[in-house]
């Protein structure tokens, strides 16, 4: 379906969609004003940052010790979106420093807050699923446990859908600058895994296994971003430190053509015109039309 201009979620939403919180989140997470991606191999990069992003914000040590753990899931996913939301703006805001001499913050200004609205969102959603567990637990009336039991598990696949759809875009920063997202990946994952590197924490791993876990994603989610801004810059000029709204310098003036040669991109017509067009000679003929005969005349050398 068409994505309507001016619309965050396209148009592409309607009461059936709500029966399916995937598609909800689809159009949510990921709205109308992001752009379009450039490149697939870029998009085949970018997935797998986010399954590379995915084990270093939520870990994977929630799924060796002691088996899953959906509270210390939900946990993970609080304390990531904690990080996310302070750490998103002072990273951005270093780059709008960066920035300050290849143009404005003015020029920036729709879709920053249209960034910071995706990124309250989230971390809201992510904040009313524990919410929402803890009135489950707390209540003994089957209407409220039902009720909100539903809408618990909707949310859950919202959210959870939405994580997906953030990881990619990181909250729409593309709209802002194509490097910002994989920026954002390398700076969020190496963030996560800084306090375990500097307490020694490895969660009953053992050293070999601790590094390895620990290590192990944002050294990947950071030779992929390094990758897809290679491929950016290499591929369509667009650099990190370069300000989104600067342009490739204008072409320089063209060199004067020879004279008697046609302009560049004209076809070739010869110097008379179009010999095949109407006729601009004496007389309204063209010089390639039939001549008239001319009487025979036997003291021309040529009998014309």
């Known amino acids: 379906m068409a994505r309507t201009r001016g619309s965050w979620t396209g148009g592409t939403l309607t009461a059936r969609s709500l029966l399916k919180p995937q598609d909800v989140a689809r159009a949510v997470f990921h709205p109308a004003w992001i752009p379009q991606p450039l490149d697939p191999s870029v998009e085949r990069l970018k997935r797998f940052r986010v399954i590379a992003g995915a084990v270093a914000s939520l870990g994977v040590f929630t799924f060796i010790e002691g088996g899953f753990d959906f509270t210390e899931l939900l946990e993970n996913a609080m304390t990531a979106s904690v990080v996310l939301l302070f750490l998103t703006p002072l990273t951005v805001g270093a780059m709008l420093w960066v920035w300050r001499r290849g143009g404005t913050v003015r020029q920036l200004r729709v879709p920053l807050v249209n960034s910071l609205l995706l990124l309250l969102l989230f971390v809201g959603c992510v904040a009313a699923v524990p919410a929402l567990v803890q009135t489950v637990n707390g209540s003994a009336n089957p209407v409220v446990i039902i009720g909100v039991g539903l809408t618990m598990m909707w949310m859950l696949i919202f959210t959870a859908y939405g994580a997906v759809r953030v990881s990619g875009n990181f909250f729409g920063t593309a709209a802002v600058h194509r490097c910002l997202p994989p920026l954002l990946a390398v700076v969020t994952s190496w963030l996560m ?112």
């Open 193 to 304: 895994a800084v306090p375990d590197l500097v307490t020694g924490d490895l969660h009953g791993l053992s050293l070999t296994l601790g590094i390895i876990f620990i290590l192990g994603a944002p050294v990947t989610v950071t030779a992929i971003a390094l990758l897809e801004m290679r491929r950016l810059k290499r591929r369509y000029g667009i650099r990190l430190k370069d300000h989104p709204a600067t342009r490739a310098p204008a072409p320089g003036p063209v060199p004067p053509m020879p004279a008697g040669m046609p302009p560049a991109g004209a076809p070739y017509l010869p110097p008379q015109g179009n010999p095949y067009g109407p006729s601009h000679a004496p007389g309204g003929q063209h010089p390639y039309a039939p001549h008239p005969r001319q009487p025979y005349n036997p003291q021309h050398p040529y009998g014309g």
